[in-house]
Nanobody, 124 residues
Framework: QVQLVESGGGLVQPWGSLRLSCAASGRTFSSYAMGWVRQAPGKEREFVAL????????YYADSVEGRFTISREIAKNTVYMQKNSLKPEDTAVYYC?????????????????WGQGTQVTVSS
């Protein structure tokens, strides 16, 4: 299995930027597609973005398309999400998750392994 630890969350003003990191350990990081999922207070978990096992394919939720960028650095066993033009509705706990399929999934419930989450708050 794989262990995931997120970092980089915090308080940011609207239209600001933030970069989240997710460090993986355990089984080979490159064996998994990776995703970011978020959960706002009182709401269901929401898929945000995924990146394929090779890093060559990415996919985003409509709500973040054009503002967020997911990437992975296989040599460092790390996946990132650069978040620009942040909005108050982006406030949530963000989770990094691993999927055993080559391509990952836009179904938030399809991921096998999860980090502990990092809080992102967008507020003035």
């Amino acid at each position: 299995q794989v262990q995931l630890v997120e970092s980089g969350g915090g308080l940011v003003q609207p239209w600001g930027s933030l970069r989240l990191s997710c460090a993986a350990s355990g089984r080979t990081f490159s064996s998994y597609a990776m995703g970011w999922v978020r959960q706002a207070p009182g709401k269901e978990r929401e898929f945000v973005a995924l990146i394929s096992r090779s890093g060559g394919t990415t996919y985003y939720a409509d709500s973040v398309e054009g503002r967020f960028t997911i990437s992975r650095e296989i040599a460092k066993n790390t996946v990132y999400m650069q978040k620009n033009s942040l909005k108050p509705e982006d406030t949530a706990v963000y989770y990094c998750a691993a999927h055993p399929d080559r391509w990952g999934s836009s179904d938030a419930d399809a991921y096998n392994y999860w980090g502990q989450g990092t809080q992102v708050t967008v507020s003035s």
